[in-house]
């Protein structure tokens, strides 16, 4: 399996509940990304992995705790979340270095009911 | 603060007609452009990208773009398009030097028409 494997692809999901979004990358890369793509919204960056440490957090709630245990895996769990979290969550990774493009997941469709 | 504008929410044409799509950015730094598509039910997928050297880029699906420094733009081109790009499509720009982040226009939905 090559490129960037995200799972669910749909996940409906109440506000009292927790889920885990998955992301997986057979890239060899070393920096993963998770964006959140609504709808009329510039794509908007939540997390950004490099080597494993977190490297950005774009002010995001606490809501939502990513998780990268090694330089293939990152996690987005999911807890309390409110209807306007409803959205298309993207993973990507890409090579260190800002000549690298983003390689992208087909995204998880959320909806939080 | 750095932004990238695509000018034109929706463009629709005909099959065979050729097409343009507008990106301008502000930015008092050197940037890397790149242009992403994605397709219905699909992450985004790259296009092509400027990085140095000729001003004109050529990406996959007979698609090429051309960064104006002077007017900091990086408009998408193609002479003849087909049905199967119908898509939107994403400018984005990243700095040559520190962050990470990628800026990304708010995509302009290409709707070919028969």
């Known amino acids: 399996e090559t490129g960037v494997t995200q799972t669910p692809r749909h996940l409906v999901m109440g506000m009292t509940n927790k889920k885990s979004l998955k992301c997986e990358q057979h890239l060899g890369h070393n920096a993963m990304y998770w964006y959140k793509q609504s709808a009329k919204k510039p794509l908007e960056l939540m997390f950004v992995y490099n080597f494993k440490e977190q490297t950005e957090n774009n002010s995001v709630p606490s809501r939502f705790s990513p998780e990268c245990p090694n330089s293939s895996h990152l996690f987005l769990h999911l807890h309390t979340l409110q209807p306007e979290d409803s959205a298309l969550y993207l993973c990507?990774?890409?090579?260190?270095?800002?000549?690298?493009?983003?390689?992208f997941g087909n995204g998880t469709r959320l909806t939080v009911t | 603060a750095q932004s990238v504008t695509q000018l034109d929410s929706q463009v629709p044409v005909f099959e065979e007609a050729p097409v343009e799509l507008r990106c301008n950015y502000s930015s008092s730094v050197s940037v890397y452009l790149f242009w992403y598509v994605q397709y219905p039910n699909q992450g985004l997928q790259l296009l092509l990208k400027?990085?140095?050297?000729?001003?004109l880029v050529k990406g996959i699906n007979g698609f090429e773009a051309e960064f104006n420094k002077s007017q900091t733009s990086f408009h998408l081109r193609k002479p003849s398009v087909h049905i199967s790009d119908t898509a939107e499509y994403f400018c984005?720009?990243?700095?040559?030097?520190?962050?990470?982040?990628?800026?990304f226009g708010t995509g302009t939905r290409l709707k070919v028409l028969a």
């Open positions: 984005a720009v990243r700095y040559t030097s520190g962050t990470y982040k990628y800026i």
């Open positions: 990507a990774s890409s090579q260190t270095g800002p000549n690298s493009p983003l390689h």
């Open positions: 400027y990085l140095s050297g000729s001003t």
